[in-house]
Structures are given as structure tokens and as C-alpha cells.
């Protein structure tokens, strides 16, 4: 575990500040003023450890519904990076795989404070060569991953689990500055969390549209995202059409009120919007609203344990569906599937890290997957995997 206060980040160069759901207003002036990386073997709790060191540098949410005034020459907030493995273990549940990014922490947090002047647009131009991306490399064969589907197909037979979440993961040597690569991936339509993360020897681009979960107008809000159909109008059809997926949404729907409701006041959870269908790239993708009052002195990191990892990205049984994940995915889900946003005095705004890349010193890595049900057929959800990773490699390999 590494931590830096202001003397160990004062010298660091004042780049413009693009991570997820940063204020828009103050994005030109942030300056970094603390920082904080874990990964696994450093032990502790990580939602534990999030919150004790944004209360230590000015962030105090161990009252998440507690008002209080942004500060515009003050610490504005955080950065906040949780992966998937680093959800798992908050919750109790199988870890996974070991990531194939070791480089990347489990857990980073970094604090920004307000600059009197603009920071300077970051641009890379680290490496005079230029952008080189070379071919991408599967952790496992479309067939595997076929087997993969049948192997979920098998324990929701056997009553094991109802519905689980498997994910496969690509990588690619690259030369060149890897952050302006992952800085475009905000740019694909329905980036709702577009931006990066860099740390040393790390950097992670997200183009999610997946809100794992917010502090808005006083309720926690979560908008879990689960069915794929191609962007055209036949499609949409289909997905407003399809059993299949609308069993497959709910499910993770009911899942979701569940994981609020253990941190909620009684009587809160409520369903605000089912099965609506929204687009994020050249496809169309079905998405709910559930959203919650938090129980009085509800703090960051109970909040964390209960919504991580998202369900969406898990299955359900959340646990059990862990289990499965453990047993079935050759590689570690690395920076996907976790959480990337911000979080400041009386905001909460994390997105679920889908559609994400993260680079370490010599490969970009890329993970896409679905949610298996007893009717998912194995070929489909290979393609629709592919469907998934397509644009995010494709912009990745823009010159």
C-alpha cells in the first residue's frame, strides 16, 4: 500500500483532470493533493481504508447523507477506483482469477484540491514514436468461452445459482503514450463515466454507461444495465420482445433492490424506471432505475460492501455467483467490473467499470462478457461479447 500527502505530490505536473464524473466546472483547475494505492496483499478492508483516508484529507462520507457545501477554494474531492477483485473481498465473496495487470492497485483513491491557475490540457507526447497498438491475444478460444456458458447453463440446473456474469479479457503490446488511446474512449456515445485514471506504471480508460451507484437529490441510485441487441430498429424490437433478457433484467433488477436495501431506510427502495432500452455505441441496451434513502449514518465504505461487486457484472445469487466466476474465468477481471467515479463532500458518483481498458508498462487490456441464464444459447453470447469489445478496441488502435 502506498499513500502520498500534499509534499509527495507537489511536484507532480498540474494536467488537466479527466476521471469519470468530475465536476465539468472544475476540471481545468484541479490539483492533486493526496493519494492513496492498495492491492491485496497489503491486507485490510478496502472500503474501510477508502473512507478512513478521504475523512484524513477533508472527505468526510462516513455520513454519506450528511449536507455539505462544495468548496471552491477548498478540496473539491476524490477519484475513486475499487476493483472488481477488491469489491469481492469487501463483500465476503471469491476474489477470482489473479489479475493479469498486476501493476494496477485493487484500490486507488486520489484528492484533488483547486489550483489559482488552469492546469495545462493533458496531451501525452511522452513517447516521440508515436501510437502503435499490435494484435490482440484472447485469454481463452471462443470455444472455451462457449464452455464457459454451458458450465453456467449446468449449475443453474442443478439449482446452484440463478444467473452469472462470465467475462473474458484480451490484451495487445502497444508502443508510444498509452493515455490519449484511453482518453478517446470517452468520446463513444453513451460514455456516461468517459475519462481516465493514471497512477505509475498504470492507466486505466473507461467509456461505461453503467451507473453502479450515486448520491442524487439526497437518494443512493443505482442503473443496472443487462441486454444486448445491434442498434437498428429490428433490434430494438427484439430486446422489447425477448423473455429471455426481460427475465434475465429483472432478476439482477430484484438484486439490486436487495443490495440496497441492506443499507436503506425500511420502506425506501423503490423501482423508478424498468426495462428502459438506451443506446451506447451501435447498441441497444436495456436499463432500470432503482434508487433508495440511506439509513441514518450510513458511511462510504458500508455503502461499498453492499453494491460491490455490481450485480449486473456478478449474478445471482450475488456469492454464489462469485463462486462460479472463480471457478469458470481463466484470468482476473483487472480494472472492469469494479467501480471508477468521483466522490467529494455530499456527492457519491461511481460508475461501473464496463467498457474499460487499462494499460500497464508494455500491453492494453480489454474485458467483455454477459450475463448467463438457463436460456442463454453459448454462440450468441460469444458474439455478443465480441459486439461488446469491438468499439473500445477499435478506438484503441486509432492513430
Not at 456515445?189 to 450515486?214: F, H
Not at 432503482?290 to 458500508?302: F, N, R
Not at 487499462?358 to 480489454?366: G, I, K, N
Amino acid at each position: 500500500m502506498s499513500e502520498n500527502g500534499p509534499d509527495g505530490v507537489e511536484a507532480l505536473p498540474k494536467r488537466f483532470v479527466d476521471a469519470p464524473a468530475a465536476p465539468l466546472d472544475c476540471r481545468h483547475r484541479l490539483v492533486e493533493r493526496a493519494r492513496l494505492e492498495w492491492w491485496p496483499a497489503d491486507g485490510g478492508d478496502p472500503a474501510a481504508l477508502a473512507e478512513d483516508f478521504l475523512a484524513a484529507h477533508g472527505i468526510d462520507l462516513r455520513e454519506v447523507s450528511r449536507p455539505a457545501v462544495h468548496d471552491p477554494d477548498g478540496v473539491c474531492g476524490a477519484a475513486l477506483y475499487l476493483s472488481a477483485a477488491a469489491g469481492a473481498r469487501a463483500a465476503g465473496g471469491s476474489t477470482g482469477a489473479p489479475t493479469p495487470v498486476p501493476a494496477l492497485p485493487d484500490l486507488a483513491v486520489v484528492v484533488y484540491g483547486h489550483a489559482d491557475q488552469p492546469a495545462a490540457p493533458s496531451g501525452g507526447g511522452r513517447a516521440p514514436g508515436g501510437w502503435w497498438l499490435g494484435d490482440w491475444r484472447d485469454s481463452w478460444t471462443p470455444h472455451a468461452h462457449a464452455d464457459a456458458v454451458e458450465a453456467v447453463r449446468a449449475a443453474i440446473g442443478r439449482g446452484d445459482v440463478y444467473q452469472v456474469n462470465v467475462v473474458g479479457h484480451a490484451a495487445a503490446p502497444y508502443a508510444g503514450d498509452p493515455l490519449p488511446a484511453l482518453a478517446r474512449l470517452a468520446a463513444l456515445p453513451g460514455a456516461r463515466y468517459g475519462g481516465t485514471l493514471a497512477g505509475l506504471g498504470w492507466a486505466v480508460g473507461c467509456a461505461s454507461p453503467e451507473t453502479l451507484i450515486a448520491l442524487e437529490d439526497g437518494r443512493l441510485v443505482t442503473r443496472p444495465i443487462k441486454g444486448t441487441r445491434p442498434a437498428t430498429g429490428a433490434g430494438r424490437r427484439e430486446l422489447l420482445a425477448s423473455a429471455k433478457e426481460r427475465a434475465e433484467h429483472v432478476m439482477i433488477v430484484d438484486l439490486e433492490r436487495n443490495d440496497l436495501a441492506r443499507v436503506a431506510r425500511t420502506g425506501s427502495v423503490r423501482v423508478d424506471e424498468l426495462f428502459a432500452v438506451r443506446r451506447w455505441c451501435d447498441l441497444w441496451q436495456a436499463e432500470s432505475t432503482v434508487s433508495a434513502a440511506p439509513a441514518d449514518g450510513l458511511g462510504l465504505a458500508a455503502l461499498l460492501r453492499a453494491v460491490c461487486p455490481g450485480g449486473s457484472v456478478t449474478g445471482a445469487p450475488k456469492l454464489a455467483a462469485l463462486d462460479r466466476i472463480a471457478a469458470l474465468e481463466p484470468v482476473g477481471r483487472g480494472a472492469s467490473m469494479g467501480a471508477l467515479g468521483w466522490v467529494g463532500p455530499g456527492r457519491i458518483d461511481l460508475g461501473l467499470t464496463i467498457r474499460t481498458a487499462a494499460a500497464d508498462a508494455e500491453r492494453l487490456h480489454v474485458w467483455a462478457g454477459g450475463g448467463i441464464t438457463w436460456g442463454s444459447d453459448p454462440a450468441a453470447e460469444v458474439a455478443e461479447a465480441a459486439a461488446k469489445a469491438a468499439p473500445v478496441r477499435a478506438l484503441l488502435a486509432a492513430a
